[in-house]
């Protein structure tokens, strides 16, 4: 039998109300509105954060006078604590779908190319088969969402590992590159030319995605190697119908993978400008946590994730 790590062993007495303490402590930087929120006194919260230090032996908050900090072990232990109490919390819910007829549930996230092709194919695969399992999708970029994969919010996640932090406790199964076109409606001045360069492409509106995105760099670059200067006219989200409602009723643009618009270039509502915009994102896959063992419901979903990518993306090569 593995023994716990020296030096830890007294995280095996920690109990939900110190783990819940410790997100609050995270969340308000304070152990008096951490105690307010915990439902306890300022005295009883300073108790259990100090049996947590003694139990674990090292300070996990950092204490000044404008509250609390927590510190490098502070910080390992609340991911952990907040990944624990997800999982408490997903099995309650997953127990309440078995006792009221459903078959367990499966959180997934997905960025947008997959979200409107691979993902809803699948689900479909799924339902006609098991059609008493709950599945709730969520839609976003790649960093929110490995986020809340470790933090145990999400099962799956169709993205891409950005992030160095939390990378060795992910498994990844690459699916298909993504390349971006610029997205325009039918009718757009730029629609009927037969030739478009990035100068003009600067000169009109743009829907981009939020600061910080992998793509929004990506755009910015090609942009500043044509030595053109940023669009200034931009709408910024990461709402796929938002996106869609923007093009259709204005001179806007936007860098999209064609399949995620396929129904409206398909019926011609929507166009590819013909440019190469020289944006490719890097491969998505299938992203779960290491060692984390999935629930029946959810391994059918992967399996589901698997064949359906298969069918969707070996045809294309």
């Given at each position: 039998m593995v023994q716990p790590t020296t030096g830890w062993f007294g995280a095996t007495r920690l109990k939900t109300r110190h783990l819940l303490l410790l997100v609050h402590l995270y969340e308000q930087r304070s152990v008096l509105r951490a105690a307010e929120a915990a439902n306890m006194t300022q005295p009883a919260a300073s108790k259990l954060l100090a049996e947590m230090e003694n139990q674990l032996g090292v300070p996990l908050f950092e204490r000044h006078a404008r509250g609390v900090e927590p510190t490098g072990y502070g910080q390992v232990l609340i991911r952990r604590a907040r990944a624990a109490l997800s999982e408490i919390g997903r099995a309650h819910d997953e127990i309440a779908a078995l006792r009221?007829?459903?078959?367990?549930?499966?959180?997934?996230?997905?960025?947008?190319?997959?979200?409107?092709?691979?993902?809803?194919?699948?689900?479909?695969?799924?339902?006609?088969?098991?059609?008493?399992?709950?599945?709730?999708?969520?839609?976003?970029y790649s960093r929110p969402l490995v986020a809340k994969l470790l933090d145990g919010q999400l099962d799956i996640v169709v993205g891409r590992i950005m992030e160095a932090e939390g990378a060795a406790e992910l498994d990844f199964e690459p699916l298909a590159d993504e390349p971006h076109a610029t997205i325009v409606r039918a009718d757009h001045p730029l629609a009927r030319r037969d030739k478009v360069s990035h100068a003009d492409l600067a000169e009109h509106g743009w829907i981009m995605p939020p600061q910080g995105s992998v793509l929004r760099s990506k755009l910015d670059a090609v942009f500043l190697e044509h030595g053109l200067p940023l669009p200034q006219n931009i709408v910024e989200?990461?709402?796929?119908?938002?996106?869609?409602?923007?093009?259709?009723?204005?001179?806007?643009?936007?860098?999209?993978?064609?399949?995620s618009v396929a129904p409206y270039l398909q019926t011609g509502q929507m166009r590819v400008l013909p440019?190469?915009?020289?944006?490719?994102?890097?491969?998505?896959?299938?992203?779960?946590?290491?060692?984390?063992?999935?629930?029946?419901?959810?391994?059918?979903?992967?399996?589901?994730?698997?064949?359906?990518?298969?069918?969707?993306?070996?045809?294309?090569?």
């Open positions: 009221s007829g459903l078959i367990g549930q499966v959180s997934i996230g997905t960025v947008v190319n997959p979200g409107t092709t691979l993902v809803p194919q699948a689900i479909a695969e799924v339902k006609r088969e098991f059609p008493g399992i709950l599945i709730k999708v969520e839609m976003d989200t990461a709402s796929l119908p938002v996106i869609i409602h923007l093009l259709r009723n204005s001179d806007m643009l936007s860098a999209l993978p064609a399949e440019i190469e915009l020289g944006v490719r994102m890097e491969y998505f896959g299938l992203i779960r946590r290491r060692d984390q063992p999935l629930s029946p419901g959810a391994e059918r979903v992967l399996q589901a994730l698997r064949t359906t990518a298969h069918r969707i993306y070996s045809s294309k090569e």
